[in-house]
């Protein structure tokens, strides 16, 4: 039993609008979901990922309407990272993020950006053989497009505090240098730790909320009681009605999630239109009005009309 690398990541914006922009339009993401956070339906919940909403190329943001920046600290991930394949590609990038007016630096063979809220992420040449996970975009070649998540880096003063839930809860294996890799048939993904800046984290607007970590269907029951056998305090599986869902805090501090492989963004959308209107999951559709009423109307980064 393997977890398949990371199924998502999870972040906090103060404003959806520009959010959304980026994220579609200047990196090249698909909208997949354009939801609402199921612990607080009152804010949104978006999901930007590959063109068919996978595991592996899904990022999340919980929009909290005029939330102050964040800072980054010991617990908490503070880069995503990014494959792509080839160095054309990092120029390609370099050069678009400058049409912006946005600033890029290149380091170790990769190139580091940050939203426009802060977040910091990074793109990469690696010579794995996932399949890339790309969205179509009309300014976006397929061959310059993001393909998918190859790791998070997160601050942590004591990293080898975290081997034994790694390595014999959840199965990751060492790859080196306070780094740990997720491996399963499909996919891998990996966790690497950096020393903590001086000053504590405070959670906000381009921060990391949790990394979450890609199980199969028929495994994901089991990996509570791995998690739990790891030294962890897991929640009991919640059903997030296109996943389902197990939390805990790793010793490190930084808070995971082990979601599974469906049953996916397609369960209440034909896949061709995903992401373009407001999608409740079951329990809430009675409070649509009253939800609809919270939320400031986003565009459809595609161009279709919608309602929601």
């Known amino acids: 039993m393997k977890l398949e690398g990371i199924h998502h990541v ?22 997949v979901k354009k939801t609402v956070n199921q612990d607080d339906p009152t804010v949104y919940h978006l999901f930007y990922a590959d063109e068919g909403g996978s595991p592996g190329a899904d990022l999340t943001f919980f929009e909290y309407p005029g939330a102050a920046r964040g800072r980054p600290g010991a ?60 969205a179509d975009h009309p300014e976006v070649p397929a061959e310059m497009a993001l393909q998918g998540f190859d790791a998070v880096r997160a601050y942590s003063a004591d990293p080898a505090a975290s081997r034994r839930l790694l390595e014999e809860g959840l199965g990751f294996t060492g790859a ?34 949790h990394v979450a970590w890609a199980s199969t269907m028929d495994d994901h029951p089991a990996w509570r009681a791995r998690a739990r056998a790891g030294g962890a305090r897991p929640t009991e599986v919640i059903d997030r009605f296109w996943f389902r869902s197990i939390y805990f805090a790793e ?39 009253r939800i609809e009423a919270t939320l400031a109307p986003l565009a459809d980064p595609r161009g279709r009309a919608h309602e929601g």
């Open 251 to 289: 010793p490190s501090g930084v808070l995971f999630e082990i979601a599974s492989m469906g049953p996916g963004f397609a369960t209440d959308e034909d896949p061709e239109h995903l992401g373009e209107k407001l999608v409740l999951p079951p329990r809430y559709e009675p409070m649509r009005n």
């Open 75 to 134: 617990g908490m991930v503070h880069r995503v990272v990014w494959r792509v394949g080839s160095a054309d590609a990092l120029d390609f990038w370099t050069d678009r993020l400058a049409g912006e007016g946005m600033a890029t630096e290149r380091a170790g063979g990769a190139l580091r950006l940050r939203d426009p809220e802060g977040l910091e992420h990074e793109l990469v040449v690696t010579d794995r053989d996932d399949a890339p996970l790309i």
């Open 176 to 209: 080196g240098d306070g780094a740990w890799e997720a491996r399963g048939e499909q996919r891998g993904g990996v966790i690497a730790y950096d020393e903590p800046p001086a000053d504590p984290g405070r959670p906000g607007a381009g921060t990391v909320h």
């Open 10 to 31: 999870t972040a906090i914006t103060g404003d959806a609008p520009r959010n959304l922009d980026f994220y579609s339009r200047v990196l090249g993401l698909r909208l």
